[in-house]
Every structure is written in structure tokens, then in C-alpha cells.
T-cell receptor, first 115, second 115 residues
């Protein structure tokens, strides 16, 4: 069964606008972590933001924020004030249980920022 | 640069040949992970080391695949008798603790093409 679902294969967003990337997850483990990574066309995976299952507040990192709705099992990424350099593939990932364990990734969302 | 490095960056081989990839993690990280990413998909977990011990292997890691981390530093991933379905990007990541997150830092990947 798919553990991480990203339903938006691609999105266009205008420069300076905000964009929300959807991510839902499936786990029965009470302890888990949720990650967002960015993968530009050059291929490297860049860590953006992390939310732990026990964290009470939504995570924020600069222009990135994570809208964590635990009951709905969703962890949407919000990018504010989009920039042309934000054009990339974005992956949601989950780690269950062990803090050092493997990441399970969704299929990704391609974001294109237009002038 | 003290990031994760991978060599070679590109490998083209003929079906049936053996190939070996190398990953050098961030020096203070004792966890090392291998993932495989096919076009248009998120990375899929292959295997994971803590120091020299291989702690987990995915079902994806058939008996043609073998990974080692002999001295707990660099790691190698070997694929024997390559098949066209092995064509993918092979990503290595290492993990340490930053702000309590246990983030995985990814290398640039090795792109394998099997003809």
C-alpha cells in the first residue's frame, strides 16, 4: 500500500504567489517524521522542512511552512512568495518509528514558477 | 566541500555487465543509506548501514545487488549481471543529527544506463 500520496503531478505558480503542495500519509505507528525535499533539474535532493508526529506546532523554515493536520494524516507544504528558483520537483517523505530509519517518498509534484 | 559524494556520476554499461558505485558520506555521519530513483518517481529505499553493519535491506535489493561498508566510512553498491530495468539514478544519503531532526543528506547520485 502506498504510504505517501502526492496527488498533484504538476503545478504552475506565478512569481511572488504562494503555493500549497499536498501530501497525505498512511501509518499506524504513533512515532513518525515527515519531510519535504526539493529536487531541481540538476538532481540533488535538498532538505526543506521536517515535522515530527509529536510536534505541537507546525514547522516553518523561512518561506517554507508545513501545514500538519494529524487527524487527516496530511502534511502539506506551503511555499510563500514563490521565486523562479523554486521551480523543481518536490517530494514528501515519511520515516516511521526509528529516528534513523529509511525514508519512504511520494511520487512528487513538479512546480514551475512563471514570471 | 564536506557533503556526500558519489562516483561515478554517470555509468553506461551493457546488459550482463557488473557495475560498482561508491558513496562517501559526511565524515561524522555513521548512518548511510542507498536509494534508487527511476524517472518520474520518488526515491525507493534499497539498504541502510549503521557503521559497517547492514541493518535493513529492501525486497527491491535482489541477489544481484550487494552493498558493503567495510570500515564504516565509504560504501559501495555493486550490481551483477545488469538488466535494462536497473537503469535508474542511485542515490546515497548519510544521516546525522541537526537540531534533533536526524536529517538525511543526499549525494548527487549516480545515473546508470543499461543498454
Amino acid at each position: 500500500a502506498q504510504k505517501i500520496t502526492q496527488t498533484q503531478p504538476g503545478m504552475f505558480v506565478q512569481e511572488k504567489e504562494a503555493v500549497t503542495l499536498d501530501c497525505t500519509y498512511d501509518t499506524s505507528d504513533p512515532s513518525y517524521g515527515l519531510f519535504w525535499y526539493k529536487q531541481p533539474s540538476s538532481g540533488e535532493m535538498i532538505f526543506l522542512i521536517y515535522q515530527g508526529s509529536y510536534d505541537q506546532q507546525n514547522a516553518t523554515e523561512g518561506r517554507y511552512s508545513l501545514n500538519f493536520q494529524k487527524a487527516r494524516k496530511s502534511a502539506n507544504l506551503v511555499i510563500s512568495a514563490s521565486q523562479l528558483g523554486d521551480s523543481a520537483m518536490y517530494f514528501c517523505a515519511m520515516r516511521e518509528g526509528d529516528s534513523w530509519g529509511k525514508l519512504q517518498f511520494g511520487a512528487g509534484t513538479q512546480v514551475v514558477v512563471t514570471p | 566541500d564536506t557533503g556526500v559524494s558519489q562516483n561515478p556520476r554517470h555509468k553506461i554499461t551493457k546488459r550482463g555487465q557488473n557495475v560498482t558505485f561508491r558513496c562517501d558520506p559526511i565524515s561524522e555521519h555513521n548512518r548511510l543509506y542507498w536509494y534508487r530513483q527511476t524517472l518520474g518517481q520518488g526515491p525507493e529505499f534499497l539498504t541502510y548501514f549503521q557503521n559497517e553493519a547492514q541493518l535493513e535491506k529492501s525486497r527491491l535489493l535482489s541477489d544481484r545487488f550487494s552493498a558493503e561498508r567495510p570500515k564504516g566510512s565509504f560504501s559501495t553498491l555493486e550490481i551483477q549481471r545488469t538488466e535494462q530495468g536497473d537503469s535508474a539514478m542511485y542515490l546515497c544519503a548519510s544521516s546525522g543529527v541537526q537540531r534533533g531532526i536526524h536529517e538525511q543528506f543526499f549525494g548527487p547520485g549516480t545515473r546508470l544506463t543499461v543498454l
